[in-house]
């Protein structure tokens, strides 16, 4: 993909977002107002992907991004991050031929590292098959932080530059764990929360935000297309006013 940054330079604003990134909350809330245990919010936040996946390629969305498991999610009790993992092997072991067959390419960013060996592989299996689809993009962050991310890209930014002590934008970026994709055009947060949680940082310098109360295992394709509605309602400035705007589309 050619190097775009909404801050070095004024990008498109699409009518139907290129980007659409989101933080899928509320699981556990799901569950418990139920009197189910967390887990069955998040076996049924794994239904929900399912769907908004499929809704994002027909609605021809070419990048979706679902926040899956934050580098601070280590903290919660062993019992629910082991769960999550184990459904994370599952869901790769029942989606990722899905997936190919409707040509949709399956990327997995984040520090992998602390993964198990198990994981890992299956991981790297399922980019590799889904790797030359070309219809929509699907990224799972697991582990991902916003902010290692930046500091993984400074790091390998430094090693590529020796000696340097000067850096733009432009060499930062490439580093990025998701140099492959735009930065997004639509930021959706479900379960009520209004806040970043360490997603990603750098990308949404320019992002729209959307924020609902709908608990992740009832977003819907309605959700989904209010969530668009709201996008397409936005005035997208960029730093300049909408006279600007106004003479353009004139
Ligand atoms: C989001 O739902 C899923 C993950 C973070 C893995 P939560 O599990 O955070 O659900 P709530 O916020 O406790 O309801
Ligand atoms: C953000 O949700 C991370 C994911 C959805 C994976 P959290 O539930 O972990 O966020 P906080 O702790 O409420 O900020
Ligand atoms: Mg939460």
Sequence with gaps: MKYSSSTTAVPDAPKVPRHVAIIMDGNGRWATKRFLPRVA?????VEAVRNIVEGCALRGVEYVTLFAFSSENWRRPEEEVSLLMRLFVTALEREVSKLHANNIRLKVVGDLSRFDEKLRGMIAAAERKTANNTRLTVTICANYGGRWDIMQAVGKMVAAHPGATDFSEEQLAPHLAMAYAPEPDLFIRTGGEERISNFLLWQLAYTELFFTDTYW???????????IASYQNRERRFGRTGDQLAEKTT
């Design 217 to 227: 295992p009832d977003f819907s394709i309605e959700s989904l297309d209010a969530a």
């Design 41 to 45: 919010g998040h076996v049924k936040g």
